[in-house]
């Protein structure tokens, strides 16, 4: 076989695949979630966002309040990926202001909010190696056409806000998946 026939490696996210670690099938680029914010106290059963209230506690897909007091949206964090078209994303909540969360909620529905941020908060779901136990400042930029909102870790020192703004190899993603429990499809 001459050289120039060697193709490129395969692209490990291309299509779908079966994971060698949880044995599912993924799609394409795979992306993490938290259904709740760390602290919430209850199991993760979430109400519909239409039944959102902001007294006691209410978890929804995208809307969380604790004790009346405490206000958190689901967002997306993301990291793009050398040699990757998509980002990976790793979907999370952060904490807003009950104004800001009031404007979120407001224009919730047609995506068109009072002012585009970014809006301040905290991210309060550990990720891998990156977060622990404390929760991390983020700024929060509400997106149009009903896509959740991004986040970007505000300390300019901080190893994921210097991975949001260089990206990162597909070896280190997978380092990152390995952690909760994915792995590259077996091939061959
Ligand atoms: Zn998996």
Redesign the pocket.
């Known amino acids: 076989m001459s050289w120039f026939r060697r193709a490129k490696p395969a692209n490990p996210f291309a299509g779908s695949w079966a ?6 099938v ?1 799609q394409g680029m ?1 992306d993490l979630a938290a259904l709740a914010p760390d602290p919430w106290p209850h199991e993760r059963i979430q109400e519909p966002n239409s039944a959102v209230r902001l007294d006691g506690d209410f978890l929804s897909e995208d809307f969380c309040v604790m004790s009346g007091r405490h206000f958190f949206v689901r967002a997306v964090l993301e990291i793009p990926v050398h040699g990757q078209a998509e980002k990976f994303g790793f979907g999370c909540w952060s904490t807003l202001s009950c104004a800001n969360f009031e404007k979120y909620l407001d224009g919730f529905d047609n995506a068109d909010f009072a002012d585009w941020g970014p809006w301040t908060g905290w991210l309060c779901n550990q990720l891998e190696t990156y977060i622990g136990a404390d929760p991390e400042g983020v700024h929060v930029y509400p997106q149009p056409d009903r896509q959740r909102p991004t986040l970007r870790v505000v300390s300019p020192g901080h190893r994921l806000a210097i991975d949001q703004e260089q990206g990162i190899s597909v070896e280190r993603l997978w380092e990152m ?1 390995r952690f ?4 590259p499809a077996k091939r061959g």
């Open positions: 994971c060698a670690g949880c044995g599912e993924h795979m998946l909760y429990g994915h792995a």
